[in-house]
């Protein structure tokens, strides 16, 4: 096994996916709400998001309808594939996007401690 320094952000999602396969289904629910609420609320968002930032807002609302469209054509295969799951939503500049969503499922919305305690690990 590779040390966590060297892991990839498929590698992450493929572990995370491995060992609380319970929390996929949810975690892709959240991520699918938040894209549909980034797009429909884009005016509080794009207000709020800072010049300070290396992505700009639109490419960002880029990241977010390329990830519902990849959740909306896959969920079930993601939900039952850890392969599929990390290598569709971790691999180039999506992975930027889900990653913020994983951190803040795991912060906002999961219950499961030991969940929040892997996310915090692998993602800060």
């Keep these: 096994m590779k040390s966590i320094d060297e892991l990839t952000n498929t590698d992450k999602a493929k572990l ?9 289904a949810p975690l892709l629910e959240y991520t699918s709400s938040f894209c549909v609420s980034l797009s ?11 010049s300070k930032s290396i992505i700009t807002f639109n490419f960002w609302l880029h990241l ?48 499961n401690e030991k969940f929040k305690k892997a996310v915090n690990l692998l993602y800060s």
């Design 40 to 50: 429909e609320n884009r005016a509080v968002y794009e207000n709020e998001w800072s």
């Design 64 to 111: 977010a309808g390329e990830t519902e469209k990849l959740i909306k054509r896959l969920k079930y295969d993601m939900i039952k594939s850890r392969h599929v799951f990390a290598e569709q939503l971790c691999f180039n500049h999506n992975a930027i996007f889900f990653n913020e969503c994983l951190v803040r499922y795991a912060k906002e919305k999961c219950l």
């Design 16 to 24: 995370i996916h491995q060992l609380f396969p319970e929390e996929i």
